[in-house]
Nanobody
Framework: QVQLEESGGGLVQAGDSLRLSCAAS????????MGWFRQAPGKEREFVAA????????EFADSVKGRFTISRDNAKNTVYLQMNSLKPEDTAVYYC????????????????WGRGTQVTVSS
């Protein structure tokens, strides 16, 4: 049973950068896509980014394209989300997620979640 643990959140000012990390254990990390989602207060959880098993394919929400990058280190069972040029609207709890299929996952296939890490961007 895969377990995910996020770290790296915090309080920053608009324009700053943060790097989130997600450490995975208990599963065959290297075989699966990994994703990042976020949930702002009063809003539904939304997709942020995803990366294929070997890092060759990445995908981003339109709202973060050009500002966020996603990467992974399979030797360390860790996926990263580098967030640059942060905006107040990026404020949310950020969740790492793993799909239940080793195939290309749909959004609904992401069913393994970490506890989340809070990112707060002040204006």
């Amino acid at each position: 049973q895969v377990q995910l643990e996020e770290s790296g959140g915090g309080l920053v000012q608009a324009g700053d950068s943060l790097r989130l990390s997600c450490a995975a254990s208990g599963g065959t990390f290297r075989l699966y896509y990994m994703g990042w989602f976020r949930q702002a207060p009063g809003k539904e959880r939304e997709f942020v980014a995803a990366i294929s098993w070997n890092g060759g394919t990445v995908e981003f929400a339109d709202s973060v394209k050009g500002r966020f990058t996603i990467s992974r280190d399979n030797a360390k069972n860790t996926v990263y989300l580098q967030m640059n040029s942060l905006k107040p609207e990026d404020t949310a709890v950020y969740y790492c997620a793993a799909p239940i299929t080793p195939n290309i996952p749909s959004r609904s296939d992401y069913k393994k979640w970490g506890r989340g890490t809070q990112v707060t961007v002040s204006s």
